[in-house]
């Protein structure tokens, strides 16, 4: 069922997996396998659950879905849906988050047709101090560059800068 989409998970080390100092982009890690195949199916089941299609927005060359509340400076204030809020306690349970930082508060839901993707951009500090990308049905190529300050949203139309690190991510990680 959604909101059971995810098994219980032990604290992992994320020294473990951390992938940032060889990318050159601290603080970054991959933990392949985190779902397993069951996890992403409840998770889809949840995701495209019967009226949740009204959730969908376009944005660009993406479909987007938001799940706990559009963020924003202000609070998230929608209750997370079963599925989402079961992501998010695994994602803790794991400690890759902890007790100094803010639990996670939505789930932001972006659908690619391949190539297409996001264009550069910087999250924010509304994203700040921490963002967990779950990547399903696919794999997901992963650009870094350094934050010159000349990007600050998501847009179809920059230019994308030289590149400072490349990651290629099978599904399922975190």
């Not at 799940?67 to 079961?86: K, R």
């Not at 997901?140 to 300050?149: H, T, V």
Request: proline share 10%.
């Amino acid at each position: 069922a959604p909101e059971d989409a995810m098994a219980p998970r032990a604290k992992i080390s994320l020294r473990d997996f951390d992938v940032g100092e060889r990318a050159g982009v601290r603080g970054l890690h991959y933990v392949p396998d985190f779902i397993s195949p069951d996890e992403e199916r409840a998770i889809l089941a949840g995701i495209h659950a019967p009226g949740a299609e009204s959730r969908w927005v376009r944005s660009g060359r993406r479909r987007v879905a938001n799940y706990g509340g559009v963020p924003s400076s202000s609070e998230v204030t929608e209750p997370l849906p079963p599925f989402a809020a079961s992501l998010l306690r695994a994602i803790a349970d794991a400690g890759i988050v902890d007790e100094r930082t803010t639990m996670p508060n939505h789930v932001l839901v972006n659908e690619y047709v391949a190539p297409a993707g996001i264009s550069p951009h910087n999250d924010g500090d509304v994203y700040h101090p921490h963002v967990a990308i779950v990547t399903l049905e696919g794999a997901a190529l992963m650009d870094f560059w350094p934050n010159d300050g000349s990007v600050t949203a998501d847009d179809d139309r920059a230019a994308a800068p030289d590149r400072d690190e490349r990651t290629d991510d099978p599904p399922s990680p975190i």
